[in-house]
């Protein structure tokens, strides 16, 4: 099992290029399945969870190969509709791929997704959608087997009790080639569906509303390849200028999508960074200390302060000048991260879904497991500003969303090494 060693206090500083999202990439790679044809897909982050994705486009019977950041998958041959449990294991967004095996076939097998431990993640909006699109769902010996019985799905009215982000990506899908028109109503606004959107609608699908909170979609008998570039990672981004803050240092990242990263700037920004931004560009300057974040930071489908970014700005305000105080609003386990945090020296109170974040002068090194993606993250943050050295284990979980996390690090200037 690989490590992290990682000896703190070293302030970064440099520029940085940013990945490409793997949240948008995921539900694109699933929607090539329909358009059988070919999709290239640029600026594609090279991460487990997007070599998993490929692992169920070739099981279908696509093509899909990677290289420098590319990926390009040919789906002009379907022959298999069921999704093996090993391959819907490896990750949350395999259950994305329901609809669009059911807009491309009328049919699919899947099983219960896997994914980061954080909390029951339970499915029930992506089904009860799916039978509202007259799609007749079963389950039986732990498998969820779809089908279409006039051969498709159909058009419909959808309003989600709340507006999940994979729950909107797997309407989206199983919509844009059904008979007749779909409307999401309290649909997720979140960036990554619009980047989702924007692809399906270059392979020809009509598509109107999203980054809104009602998604109208007209369904076509057709759709087809395309080149398409997937939007910037906002949470890889906002980790990054997270661990600037902590380790008093500066940052320019380039090819960044800053309106889309706003509602973390702005809380960022409460700690006293300097932060600037112009085109795709955002520049952070840390001085001395950072300063508690003074109103409660409420986790909030965006355009709330996103969930993904809770556990790395906390890592920044452990050692901040006050109070603050975190209020998790989206998963009912999401601060597994924070023993590891006390471990270090943090002082943290965790009650529910509060967490209470009293700032320390320093952190120490300590041994240390990732326990789930973001938390992971948060992790190398509190090592790089702590006194010390720090080994982080469980670091198969930060490689699933983070590109080279390691060589980001050293070119800021941080001294890390994978073991
Ligand atoms: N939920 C249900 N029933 C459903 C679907 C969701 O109760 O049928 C609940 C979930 O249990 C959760 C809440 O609704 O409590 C939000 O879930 P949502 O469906 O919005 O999240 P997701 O699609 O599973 C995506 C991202 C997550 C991100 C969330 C929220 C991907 C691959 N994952 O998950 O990203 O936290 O939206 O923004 O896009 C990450 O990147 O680290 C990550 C966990």
Same mark, same amino acid.
């Given at each position: 099992?690989?490590?992290?060693?990682?000896?703190?206090?070293?302030?970064?500083?440099?520029?940085?290029?940013?990945?490409?999202?793997? +949240?948008?990439?995921?539900?694109?790679?699933?929607?090539?399945?329909?358009?059988?044809?070919?999709?290239?897909?640029?600026?594609?982050?090279?991460?487990?969870?997007?070599?998993?994705?490929?692992?169920?486009? +070739?099981?279908?019977?696509?093509?899909?190969?990677?290289? @420098?950041?590319?990926?390009?998958? +040919?789906?002009?041959?379907?022959?298999?509709?069921?999704?093996?449990?090993?391959?819907?294991?490896?990750?949350?967004?395999?259950?994305?791929?329901?609809?669009?095996?059911?807009?491309?076939?009328? @049919?699919?097998?899947?099983?219960?997704?896997?994914?980061?431990?954080?909390?029951?993640?339970?499915?029930?909006?992506?089904?009860?959608?799916?039978?509202?699109?007259?799609?007749?769902?079963?389950?039986?010996?732990?498998?969820?087997?779809?089908?279409?019985?006039?051969?498709?799905?159909?058009?419909?009215?959808?309003?989600?009790?709340?507006?999940?982000?994979?729950?909107?990506?797997?309407?989206?899908?199983?919509?844009?080639?059904?008979?007749?028109?779909?409307?999401?109503?309290?649909?997720?606004?979140?960036?990554?569906?619009?980047?989702?959107?924007?692809?399906?609608?270059?392979?020809?699908?009509?598509?109107?509303?999203?980054?809104?909170?009602?998604?109208?979609?007209?369904?076509?008998?057709?759709?087809?390849?395309?080149?398409?570039?997937?939007?910037?990672?906002?949470?890889?981004?906002?980790?990054?200028?997270?661990?600037?803050?902590?380790?008093?240092?500066?940052?320019?990242?380039?090819?960044?999508?800053?309106? @889309?990263?706003?509602?973390?700037?702005?809380?960022?920004?409460?700690?006293?960074?300097?932060?600037?931004?112009?085109?795709?560009?955002?520049?952070?300057?840390?001085?001395?200390?950072?300063?508690?974040?003074?109103?409660?930071?409420?986790?909030?489908?965006?355009?709330?302060?996103?969930?993904?970014?809770?556990?790395?700005?906390?890592?920044?305000?452990?050692?901040?000048?006050?109070?603050?105080?975190? @209020?998790? +609003?989206?998963?009912?386990?999401?601060?597994?991260?924070?023993?590891?945090?006390?471990?270090?020296?943090?002082?943290?109170?965790?009650?529910?879904?509060?967490?209470?974040?009293?700032?320390?002068?320093?952190?120490?090194?300590?041994?240390?497991?990732?326990?789930?993606?973001?938390?992971?993250?948060?992790?190398?943050?509190?090592?790089?500003?702590?006194?010390?050295?720090?080994?982080?284990?469980?670091?198969?979980?930060?490689?699933?969303?983070?590109?080279?996390?390691?060589?980001?690090?050293?070119?800021?200037?941080?001294?890390?090494?994978?073991?």
């Amino acid at each position: 099992m690989q490590k992290l060693i990682i000896n703190g206090g070293k302030r970064l500083r440099g520029e940085i290029k940013l990945q490409g999202s793997k +949240n948008s990439s995921l539900p694109i790679m699933a929607g090539a399945v329909l358009c059988g044809g070919e999709c290239v897909l640029n600026n594609c982050p090279e991460l487990t969870d997007i070599y998993s994705a490929s692992r169920i486009l +070739n099981h279908l019977g696509c093509k899909c190969r990677f290289s @420098e950041n590319t990926a390009v998958i +040919n789906s002009a041959d379907i022959n298999v509709t069921e999704i093996p449990e090993k391959l819907m294991r490896e990750m949350r967004s395999s259950i994305i791929f329901m609809g669009a095996v059911l807009g491309r076939t009328g @049919e699919c097998i899947v099983s219960m997704p896997g994914g980061c431990e954080l909390g029951s993640r339970p499915i029930d909006m992506h089904i009860s959608a799916m039978r509202k699109m007259g799609i007749d769902v079963k389950e039986s010996h732990g498998k969820i087997i779809c089908h279409a019985p006039s051969g498709k799905a159909h058009g419909a009215k959808i309003s989600l009790p709340f507006p999940s982000v994979g729950a909107t990506e797997n309407i989206i899908l199983c919509a844009v080639t059904a008979d007749g028109e779909t409307i999401i109503n309290n649909s997720a606004r979140e960036p990554e569906i619009s980047d989702l959107c924007g692809f399906l609608r270059a392979c020809g699908a009509e598509i109107s509303g999203d980054g809104e909170s009602r998604i109208v979609i007209k369904g076509k008998n057709k759709l087809h390849g395309c080149d398409y570039r997937i939007m910037p990672d906002r949470i890889a981004g906002a980790t990054y200028l997270a661990m600037t803050a902590c380790t008093g240092g500066e940052i320019i990242l380039t090819d960044a999508c800053v309106s @889309e990263t706003e509602p973390f700037i702005s809380v960022l920004e409460q700690t006293g960074c300097t932060i600037t931004t112009y085109d795709n560009r955002i520049y952070l300057r840390s001085g001395s200390r950072l300063k508690a974040v003074r109103d409660r930071i409420r986790t909030m489908p965006h355009p709330g302060f996103p969930t993904d970014a809770q556990a790395v700005l906390m890592s920044a305000l452990v050692t901040a000048d006050g109070v603050s105080v975190f @209020e998790e +609003n989206i998963f009912d386990c999401r601060y597994r991260h924070t023993d590891a945090l006390v471990k270090m020296g943090a002082d943290i109170q965790v009650l529910g879904k509060i967490a209470v974040i009293k700032g320390v002068s320093r952190l120490h090194g300590a041994e240390i497991q990732a326990t789930d993606l973001r938390g992971g993250a948060s992790m190398v943050n509190a090592a790089l500003s702590a006194e010390g050295t720090s080994e982080i284990s469980g670091i198969h979980h930060i490689d699933r969303g983070y590109e080279k996390i390691e060589n980001v690090v050293r070119l800021l200037g941080g001294d890390i090494r994978r073991v």
